[in-house]
């Protein structure tokens, strides 16, 4: 199990299941609830969040394998890593936050790390629900009804206040 200086909790599921939907609706309600908030999100492909013509662009293709760019509303860092037949691992993004700042480190994606999970399942997937096999998903997010052969919290996909009470609760359960 990833160990994080944080509650640290996953969302998996999916392409087209909603999760950055449900994500950007439940990171609203825990800000107003007062929480500060950590992302981390898995990209399946390359990309870039700056383009050609920025200058941080210019800079981190002439070379630059950390590109910092820094305002005073805020700071972000671009990273060069060089090409790998993997993913990055969890644990060491974990580690490039400031958690000493943070109440919940939140996750979307990265569903083969071993961390406490909950799974976005819908009926326009046509794939089988992760969590049968899937001992880290400790609840189901779904429109539709579940019968479960484990013991699995269940929660409405359409109601996130109830998630995010959940997630309050997942907070309160793990706090290092």
């Known amino acids: 199990m990833i160990e994080a200086p944080c509650p640290l909790l996953g969302f998996v599921g999916y392409s087209g299941s909603g999760k950055t939907t449900l994500l950007t ?28 013509g920025k200058d941080s662009y ?20 671009i990273g060069e890593t060089p090409q ?3 993913d990055p691992q969890l644990d060491k993004l974990i580690a490039k936050l400031d958690c000493d700042r943070l109440d919940l480190i939140l ?13 976005v399942y819908r ?5 089988s629900p ?6 880290e998903i400790i609840a189901l997010v779904t429109e539709l009804p579940a ?4 013991q699995l919290t269940v929660l ?7 998630i995010a009470d959940f997630i309050e609760a997942f907070i309160r359960q793990n706090r290092v």
């Open 25 to 52: 609706r439940l990171i609203t309600l825990l800000r107003e609830r007062g929480y500060q908030l950590g992302v981390i999100k898995h990209a399946h492909h390359e990309f870039d969040i700056d383009y050609p």
């Open 147 to 150: 019968d479960i052969d484990r």
């Open 156 to 162: 409405d996909i359409n109601n996130p206040p109830a």
């Open 58 to 77: 210019e800079l981190r293709h002439a070379g630059a394998s950390q590109m910092l760019v820094a305002s005073q509303y805020r700071w972000a860092l």
């Open 84 to 86: 790998q037949d993997h």
């Open 123 to 127: 009926e326009v997937v046509s794939h």
């Open 107 to 119: 996750v979307e994606g990265f569903k083969h790390a071993a961390y406490p999970r909950l799974e």
């Open 130 to 135: 992760l969590y049968i096999d899937d001992p």
